[in-house]
């Protein structure tokens, strides 16, 4: 029996750091690369800004990864915080609650996120990125609850196999084949147009963050899960320089997984398919294997402040940045003089680097407030 008391567990710098680098592109990250794009025609800006877009179907492009990467990050830190909470003398009673009340509140979000509350019933849309985060990580939280770190792996492989048989061999679609994956005759879509009321996202044929689809992006939050797990164990006694390598790894692995199955379950970032799950988990354990070695490992954490900011307030930025601050207003307001004196070839890259440090200041004023949305 170990009669020394058990370590705190540390907070991942890393974890708020790659948050907030995944929010960056949505809060205007995107528009700085398509103002250097615009500006110089340098092959490698209208590459990355190419990147900047979501993939009509299948395929993938670096935008495809915000929301797994995301959902993955709510997944590594599952750990830490439940640990947290036992420790504070938390019951698993209490924990169940929470994680409940948090689903609940990150769905009731994005609903109102999407404007359910204020549209006709036809108009509404009530599935939603929120919701999907929520509810995936609802899931992957009482797995991780009630099994042990084999079980966590059984039902990551189970969801997403089960996810692949039943979207290529279950009986056919009406009107289509069976293991047909075109936006009309996938089972997702029809489940989505069976079961869900008000609109969907994708012309009324198909919900982006559906029922069906929902299984396997619990497998996401899973991967994140683990991911954590192996971070915050200290019973392998794996120096945390050779974790960061092992995570960069098991990146590797996961990425040619996900190129192997995407052979005949395409990778999908509308349909979730088990490949996507791969080959986004594999690039986001790699992105959190390097930002781990960076900024928890060699303790180069400085450089990584401007992305902290965003990642301690990112379903904040979220939710504030379309539906409650017009940050185009708030720069021209604050900046336009300035944009309108500058040399005209130049106002757009001006215009967007003035729009992100408005979205910028704003968290930061959060952060010296220490105001932060906890969900």
Not at 260 to 285: D, E, R
Request: hydrophobic share 50%.
């Amino acid at each position: 029996m170990n009669n020394q008391p058990e370590r705190k567990p540390e907070r991942l710098h890393s974890l708020d750091a790659l948050r907030g680098f995944d929010m960056l592109w949505i809060t205007g990250g995107q528009k700085v690369v398509y103002a250097l794009a615009t500006l110089t025609g340098w092959p490698f800006f209208e590459w990355l800004n190419n990147q900047m877009k979501h993939v009509e179907w299948n395929g993938f492009a670096f935008y495809d990864m915000i929301f797994p990467l995301f959902l993955f990050l709510a997944g590594v830190s599952m750990p830490y915080s439940f640990s947290k909470r036992l420790q504070n003398g938390s019951s698993r009673k209490s924990i169940y609650l929470h994680a409940l009340k948090r689903m609940l509140l990150l769905v009731v979000l994005g609903m109102l996120y999407n404007g359910v509350f204020t549209s006709e019933i036809d108009h509404m849309r009530f599935a939603s990125v929120l919701g999907r985060i929520g509810v995936a990580w609802f899931i992957a939280a009482m797995i991780y609850l009630n099994s042990s770190l084999r079980g966590q792996v059984i039902w990551l492989f189970s969801l997403l196999i089960g996810y692949c048989l039943l979207m290529l061999y279950v009986p056919p679609v009406p009107g289509h084949g069976a293991g047909v994956l075109t936006p009309e005759g996938n089972l997702s879509g029809f489940l989505d147009r069976l079961l869900l009321p008000g609109r969907l996202y994708m012309d009324n044929i198909l919900e982006a963050e559906g029922i069906l689809s929902t299984i396997p992006a619990v497998g996401t939050a899973l991967m994140g899960v683990l991911a954590g797990r192996f971070l915050k164990s200290e019973k392998q006694q794996i120096k945390p320089i050779r974790k960061s390598f092992w995570l960069m790894a098991a990146g590797g692995v996961s990425i040619g997984g996900g190129l192997l199955w995407g052979i005949f379950f395409p990778i999908n970032k509308i349909l979730w398919t088990s490949s996507f799950v791969l080959y986004a988990g594999g690039i986001s354990l790699i992105l959190l294997g390097l930002f781990y070695l960076i900024i928890d490992v060699l303790g180069y954490k400085k450089w990584s402040f401007f992305f902290v900011v965003i990642g301690l307030n990112s379903i904040t930025i979220y939710l504030v940045q379309h539906k409650i601050i017009d940050f185009h207003k708030v720069r021209e307001l604050l900046f336009g003089a300035i944009i309108a004196i500058t040399p005209e070839v130049i106002q757009p890259i001006v215009s967007a680097l003035f729009y992100l440090l408005c979205v910028w200041g704003f968290l930061y004023f959060l952060y010296k407030k220490k105001i932060f949305l906890k969900v």
